[in-house]
């Protein structure tokens, strides 16, 4: 049931079956229009996730994305970080992040080449976010998964 939504109407509130159901179709008319709202909500952020999908790679900031899905601001921040549970600067940063870590492991692409490549303008910006994502720096990452994939790496040694 959608929030700040009043109760159903109770028939014993009402002097006759007549009042009962006009405001019980009212209420019924309300509910509905709430649904539909909520819906046409999801599918806007459903439209703007994918658009940071397509799009991450460039220089992309939230009012671009609330302007693509013809979203107020301020109601898309607020919407977006309900939707996906962090908020528009996390959320595009974690994309790049694991657009990044694909590349270190596909590529042997230089890290400089591989922050462009994912949206980040400034390499020592990158090195910071990936390093705090990650817990190791871009290199260390590439380095470690090269270890494992050849079978030098592990806990268990």
Known sequence: MPEKQEKCPRPLQYRDADLFLDAFEEWIHVYRESLKSQTAGKEKMEEAISYIRENYAKDLNMAMVSNHICMNYSLFSAAFKEHTGVN????????????????????????????????FENDKHFMKSFKTACGVSPSEFRKDYKMVSNGKGGQDE
Request: proline share 0%; glycine share 4%; charged share 35%.
């Open 88 to 119: 528009f600067v996390n959320y595009l940063k974690e994309i790049r992040i694991a657009e990044a870590k694909r590349l270190l492991i596909q590529t042997e692409d230089k890290i400089t080449e591989i922050a462009k490549q994912v949206g």
